[in-house]
């Protein structure tokens, strides 16, 4: 009986041992893996959390933008009229009233605590500056840029995405398309058709821009409301990656309602909000610092 328990015991402990062993070059195979992927690849370097209903908005969550003197997000809600400061947990810390403003579709921080969000009924962008303190910014007291080369009025300037070195990237919403506003003093121009082309045929419509920069380089990401879908784009116009926002069996339930805007933190953690008051996190599995 003693030979028994004994040779029971360290077969006990060498089956442990075997599984820890097992699990330990399991876990260092899918780090080495994960290095050795491209940087930006969404698959790989990120894990996608559940969608949070944001307390206190009941509908209309429209664009986003990041907020990196603050570490916050600021979303734009299109009815009311309002620009929306939040956590990157989605907890607001403060609302703006966006006064005289209409059918404000999305937003982008350009530094210096200035905004721009983009009009679709009036097709404009407006671009105004806030402080610690503000509640409210008048329309008739902001710089408005018209944009009425949209070919759809009601159906256009969804998204807007700035760069100092390459002027306004805006996303027509139908049909799908993505435009470049250079200004005077812009550095680049960009082949936008190679940048549309890089884009899947199946995409049915955009929804939100985001523009960041991976080693000086700027890379796009793109969203796609109909067909639940982000893409990351680099400004030569190739792919650098794609990811389904659906789950279950052959990925055929959107996991947001509807997807509207996206933006991009400090650590290279993307956020997705969408109407009518959803806000997803893809947590990025090893932090990467951005520079803004």
Not at 1 to 18: A, E, F, G, R
Not at 237 to 252: E, I, T
Not at 260 to 287: C, F, S, W
């Given at each position: 009986?003693?030979?028994?328990?004994?040779?029971?015991?360290?077969?006990?402990?060498?089956?442990?041992?075997?599984?820890?062993?097992?699990?330990?070059?399991?876990?260092?195979?899918?780090e080495?893996?994960?290095?050795?992927?491209p940087?930006?690849?969404?698959?790989?370097?990120?894990?996608?959390?559940?969608p949070?209903?944001?307390?206190?908005?009941?509908?209309?969550l429209?664009?986003?933008?990041?907020?990196?003197?603050?570490?916050?997000?600021?979303?734009?809600?299109?009815?009311?009229?309002?620009?929306?400061?939040?956590?990157?947990?989605?907890?607001?810390?403060?609302?703006?009233?966006?006064?005289?403003?209409?059918?404000?579709?999305?937003?982008?921080?350009?530094?210096?605590?200035?905004?721009?969000?983009?009009?679709?009924?009036r097709?404009?962008?407006?671009?105004f500056?806030?402080?610690?303190?503000?509640?409210?910014?008048s329309?008739?007291?902001?710089?408005?840029?018209?944009?009425?080369?949209?070919?759809?009025?009601?159906?256009?300037?969804?998204?807007?995405?700035?760069?100092?070195?390459y002027?306004f990237?805006?996303?027509?919403?139908?049909?799908?398309?993505?435009?470049?506003?250079?200004?005077?003093?812009?550095?680049?121009?960009?082949?936008?058709?190679?940048?549309?082309?890089?884009?899947?045929?199946?995409?049915?419509d955009?929804?939100?821009?985001?523009?960041?920069?991976?080693?000086?380089?700027?890379?796009?990401?793109?969203?796609?409301?109909?067909?639940?879908a982000?893409?990351?784009?680099?400004?030569?116009?190739?792919?650098?990656?794609?990811?389904?926002l659906?789950s279950?069996?052959?990925?055929?339930w959107?996991?947001?309602?509807?997807?509207?805007?996206?933006?991009?933190?400090?650590?290279?953690?993307?956020?997705?909000?969408?109407?009518?008051?959803?806000?997803?996190?893809l947590k990025?599995?090893?932090?990467?610092?951005?520079?803004?």
């Amino acid at each position: 009986m003693q030979n028994l328990k004994y040779i029971l015991s360290h077969w006990l402990t060498i089956t442990v041992l075997c599984s820890s062993t097992l699990l330990l070059l399991s876990h260092t195979h899918t780090e080495a893996e994960i290095k050795n992927v491209p940087k930006w690849d969404i698959n790989s370097h990120y894990d996608v959390g559940k969608p949070v209903k944001i307390s206190g908005i009941e509908d209309n969550l429209s664009g986003l933008t990041y907020h990196p003197e603050s570490d916050h997000l600021f979303a734009i809600i299109n009815h009311p009229t309002q620009l929306i400061e939040l956590t990157k947990q989605g907890d607001i810390v403060r609302r703006i009233h966006l006064d005289g403003f209409v059918d404000t579709e999305s937003v982008d921080y350009l530094g210096k605590n200035t905004f721009v969000v983009s009009e679709e009924r009036r097709q404009q962008l407006v671009f105004f500056s806030i402080n610690d303190t503000t509640k409210k910014v008048s329309y008739d007291k902001s710089e408005r840029l018209p944009m009425n080369w949209a070919e759809n009025s009601n159906r256009g300037m969804e998204g807007v995405a700035w760069s100092a070195q390459y002027g306004f990237f805006v996303l027509q919403e139908d049909p799908p398309k993505i435009l470049n506003h250079i200004l005077h003093h812009t550095e680049t121009s960009i082949d936008v058709e190679k940048l549309n082309h890089s884009l899947p045929d199946h995409v049915d419509d955009f929804a939100g821009i985001s523009l960041f920069y991976s080693e000086q380089q700027p890379i796009l990401l793109v969203l796609s409301e109909a067909s639940n879908a982000l893409h990351m784009i680099n400004l030569s116009g190739d792919k650098v990656a794609s990811l389904s926002l659906k789950s279950g069996p052959f990925n055929l339930w959107p996991i947001m309602k509807q997807p509207e805007g996206v933006a991009v933190d400090n650590d290279g953690h993307i956020y997705i909000v969408g109407e009518p008051n959803q806000m997803l996190k893809l947590k990025r599995k090893i932090t990467l610092k951005q520079s803004f």
